[in-house]
Nanobody
Framework: QVQLVESGGGLVQPGGSLRLSCAAS????????MRWYRQAPGKERELVAD????????NYADSVKGRFTISRDNAKNTVFLQMNSLKPEDTAVYYC????????????WGQGTQVTVSS
């Protein structure tokens, strides 16, 4: 059974930091490209960051570039999102996403974790 379980969300003041984790099971994590998405109330889900299967390359949305860092530990089947200098506009539900392309394309979603940035 495939599972992506996010953790680490919560309430933080503007300028603060949070580290999200996503623990994967049920598929070959080291072969999966991983992403973090977020969805704020009344808005469409948006891609925040992605990382290749070996962790050698990452990309970020312009809105989080320089503040967020995606990383992964393939030995622990976990992907992380370090979020610094948080702003109220970062408030959203954050979702972990995994995509495997061999032997066929499969994609998986986590259940999401709430991040609220407020004073």
């Amino acid at each position: 059974q495939v599972q992506l379980v996010e953790s680490g969300g919560g309430l933080v003041q503007p300028g603060g930091s949070l580290r999200l984790s996503c623990a994967a099971s049920g598929f070959t994590f080291s072969s999966a490209a991983m992403r973090w998405y977020r969805q704020a109330p009344g808005k469409e889900r948006e891609l925040v960051a992605d990382i290749t299967s070996a962790g050698g390359s990452a990309n970020y949305a312009d809105s989080v570039k320089g503040r967020f860092t995606i990383s992964r530990d393939n030995a622990k089947n976990t992907v992380f999102l370090q979020m610094n200098s948080l702003k109220p506009e970062d408030t959203a539900v954050y979702y972990c996403y995994g995509r495997v392309t061999t032997p066929w394309i499969r994609a998986y979603w986590g259940q999401g974790t709430q991040v609220t940035v407020s004073s």
